[in-house]
């Protein structure tokens, strides 16, 4: 079923670290999930009372001192607290011996939207309160988005390589599909690969002049759907060659077996459905898995209108009229859409759906719109068998990705 050259290396996932609004940690964050809980919530990391939006997927109950020494934890942005916190909960997940992690041949590879925006805010909010910035040493370090990796490798004692990805809301898996790449093609072992993304005031005043945002809650693929909502998060997965993994005797979740791209750089912020499905074509292209053997889809599902009608039109270039029973939820009816977090939150998701052998449902739903004729799961999750899932994402600039991923 699955294309592979004798020279490539099988990639598995052996760890996931989770922070969301709907839990810390992946077995919260999964029972929350298939009990279908809403992370939305009132923000309180800013004032919104200028705005006519107040709501988000806000990550209240994460304590940074838990995972990080309290003396560090000021010289770091909070994506970057989130994702070390992500990364250490994946590695203990997989039981690895520390020691493995100083190795070589072992990586971080991160993706984000906004990086550490609080940094620019809180100079701004200075220059206005003194009137002049204070452009001092400890900013101008925390603030490059490239540190949220940079610091991951610090706190887990790993000296061969970072990277970071800022194809905003794809980011995620552009660097799950990186990881793959590097594995697969034998230039790395283990890579701690995944995404994270911090509420912004930023972030939050460009969804809202764009007039994407929902007013309460997230309804992907409803008739009545009124927007996104934004959120937070982090999502680290622990990608392992699949020998290595076996060697030690690890437990697998599931295993990476490709992934397609593509980008429509003719627009900015448009979905385009050619594009979304070339993405989805190549993706089962690249794997050799024909449409029809597709269980379940984790789609980017952000609740807009103009997304979720073109993400379905995608779908029925690739499937077909298959594409109506094929099970297809957005889990960001729950935590919200949290940006650079979103597609690595998913892949965990996918993991856990191949490994338990559930569907996380779409909540919210109510009345079916024509131009979304999928089954989006909807409120309750589902016991179906799946052997083979796609995780889907786009993102502004037009990056889709389509991540393959199979039961072990």
Known sequence: MIKQRKD??????????????????WQEFWKNLIAGKSGISKITSFDTSSYDRHYGGEVKDFNPYKFIDKRKVDRMGRASQMAIAAAKMAIDDTGIDKKMLSRERVGVVVGTTMGEPQILESLYNESLSKKKIRADKLSALIYPPNSIPVNIARAIGTNSYNLLFGNACSAGNYALGYAFDVIRSGKADIVIAGGADAFSLIAFTGFNRLLVMAPEKCQPFDKNRKGMMLGEGAGILILEAAEIAQKRKASVYAEVVGYGLSCDASNMATADRALIAEATHKALVNTGINPGKVDYISAHGT???????????????????????????????????????????????????????????????????????????PNQCRKQKIKIALNNSQAFGGNNVSLVLQKE
């Open 303 to 377: 609740g807009t209108v103009e997304n979720d009608r073109e993400e379905c039109a995608a779908f029925k270039m690739v499937f077909g009229d298959k594409c109506k029973e094929i099970p297809i939820s957005s889990i960001k009816s729950m935590l919200g859409h949290p940006m650079g977090a979103a597609a690595a939150l998913e892949a965990t998701a996918c993991c856990l759906t191949l490994k338990e052998q559930k569907i996380p449902p779409t909540i919210n739903f109510s009345e079916k719109d024509p131009d979304c004729d999928i089954d989006c799961v």
């Open 8 to 25: 490539d290396r099988r990639v598995v996932v052996t760890g996931l670290g989770v922070v969301s609004s709907i839990g810390i940690g």
